[in-house]
Every structure is written in C-alpha cells, then in structure tokens.
C-alpha cells in the first residue's frame, strides 16, 4: 500500500497550489479519502473529506470557500486545490485513506505547504 503526495512548495499570500495523492495497493474507489495537515506545535487538523463514489464531501471551516477536494477513481488518486492561501495555512500536508466499518486507514508521507507573508 503506497499513497504518495505532491505538489506541495512555497507559495505567496492569495496563491494556489494543487496537491495530489496517488494511491496503489488497495481498492482505491472502496476507500474515502482525507486530507490533513499538520502545523508546527499544533495537532494535525482534518482538512477535508470525501467519499469513495465523491458523493459526500466536507471541508474544515477555516478552509471552506478557499479550497476543494476531488477525486479520480480511475487514475486512483485525490487532489486538494487550494486557493486564497494564507500564511496560517502553512503546515505539512498528509494524504489519508478511511475503509469505514474496516478499521483499516493509510496514510502518505506528507508534503509540505509553506505561504509567505
């Protein structure tokens, strides 16, 4: 089982950025997948959410309105772009995959995301 992030850099106040999580391993469409992120000295934040068909989807209310989760089952992989970016959305970004019912969660190395004041 691999999830591997990307597309994480540096990037100005009121930028964007577009991550990717590609997955391998597992059933990807059986599992929603999160997106979390972790900043320095603070516990890591669930960021947003969706589920496996891309039925179902949340976002925390410091990021709503800014950005967007999405998936594409068929290349396996789930995308969190991110606009309007602030500098308190600096933080390590990680790549989650849930099985509910299944106990069963995986998750990426992370990727970090740093916006400059």
């Known amino acids: 089982v691999q999830l591997e992030e990307s597309g994480g850099g540096l990037v100005q106040a009121g930028g964007s950025l577009r991550l990717s999580c590609a997955a391998s391993?597992?059933?990807?469409?059986?599992?929603?997948m999160r997106w979390y992120r972790q900043a320095p000295g603070k516990a890591r934040e669930l960021v947003a959410h969706?589920?496996?068909?891309?039925?179902?989807?949340n976002y925390a209310d410091s990021v709503k309105g800014r950005f967007t989760i999405s998936r594409d089952n068929a290349k396996n992989t789930v995308y969190l772009q991110m606009n309007s970016l602030k500098p308190e959305d600096t933080a390590v970004y990680y790549c989650?995959?849930?099985?509910?019912?299944?106990?069963?969660?995986?998750w990426g190395q992370g990727t970090q995301v740093t916006v400059s004041s």
């Open positions: 989650n995959a849930f099985r509910s019912g299944f106990a069963i969660t995986y």
């Open positions: 391993g597992f059933t990807f469409s059986n599992y929603a």
């Open positions: 969706i589920t496996g068909a891309g039925s179902s989807i």
